[in-house]
């Protein structure tokens, strides 16, 4: 049977995208915000899990955790030693999720997906997740294949639930006016640059409906991308950037937009697609990948 390589450029890419949005949050959100000393005092310090975390041990000075943090997120970002970073990039974001007070769906699907591919990262011999793909024995590549697709499943079960709950809990979901509660909340909603041009759809009835119902739409659609052929996820992927940008630009959560934009690599791109890189796609000194596909 004919294996197509998942240690690539691809899967790289997915991983840096995750660690940029940890990065953005810990750099563009105040450690008051984020780490609270009251909130902290609270952790169990008798945890093991609090105990090794570093938000714990530099909560006297959490700008040094800040800076530790940003050396091995940026060691993600550039590629570095996925052997190496890949488990620390895991832990930095169990450390964030068990640490801060303030969370998102986003941060929940980084600390599940970083899990999830520090068997990949173990098994990448690269020195560099943006070199080009090097041959993996069969056990390796299924192994990285299942942890890949577990990450799809996760994301399909995020949007199906994402609809599905909207649709049976949510009566203005189903009568076609909640985007109108989510632009005017006061809280959450639009900004009044991006509230005042939309105006003209909350006037009308069938627009504001039909634009509901096609989110609810969209998010079944992207659930069901789990079952379609890669020649046809991969025409999901400009309409579900677009979505995400759209929520990010409406709700201001651009840390969870770069979150689902990683995920949604995995979730849609072909892992055996080639991306050229000047200076980095020369592939490592192991065997190339022919006769891997």
């Not at 955790?65 to 832990?91: D, E, F």
């Not at 801060?100 to 599940?112: C, F, H, N, V």
């Not at 009566?171 to 909340?185: K, Q, S, V």
Request: net charge neutral.
């Amino acid at each position: 049977m004919v294996v197509k390589s998942v240690f690539t450029q691809v899967y790289g890419l997915g991983r840096s995208l995750l660690a940029l949005s940890l990065w953005c949050t810990l750099i563009f959100s105040g450690s008051e915000t984020l780490f609270p000393p009251v909130h902290m005092d609270f952790l169990d310090g008798e945890s093991l899990l609090v105990k090794l975390n570093i938000f714990y041990i530099f909560r006297e000075n959490l700008l040094v955790a800040k800076v530790l943090s940003s050396v091995v997120l940026w060691g993600v970002i550039l590629g570095w030693y996925p052997r190496v970073t890949g488990v620390l990039h895991w832990w930095l974001t169990l450390n964030f999720y068990s640490a801060s007070y303030i969370l998102e769906g986003g941060d929940q699907l980084m600390t599940i997906a970083t899990f999830l591919l520090v068997p990949v990262t173990l098994l990448d011999r690269r020195t560099n997740h943006w070199q080009q793909e090097v041959m993996q024995s069969p056990a390796e590549l299924w192994t990285g294949r299942l942890a890949l697709f577990l990450i799809r499943l996760q994301v399909a079960v995020v949007y199906f639930i994402a609809a599905a709950g909207k649709l049976i809990r949510v009566a203005e979901w189903r009568d076609g006016t909640a985007l109108y509660y989510h632009f005017n909340d006061e809280v959450y909603g639009a900004p009044p640059y991006l509230l005042r041009p939309f105006n003209w759809i909350f006037e009308s009835e069938g627009i504001l409906m039909v634009m509901t119902w096609s989110v609810l739409l969209f998010e079944f659609l992207m659930a069901a991308a789990l079952f379609m052929n890669v020649k046809i996820r991969r025409k999901l992927w400009l309409p579900a950037v677009l979505f995400h940008l759209a929520i990010a630009l409406v709700h201001g959560l651009f840390s969870f937009f770069l979150v689902m934009m990683g995920m949604l690599v995995f979730y849609l791109w072909d892992p055996g697609f080639r991306m050229a890189f000047p200076g980095v796609q020369k592939t490592d000194k192991h065997h190339p990948a022919e006769g891997v596909y």
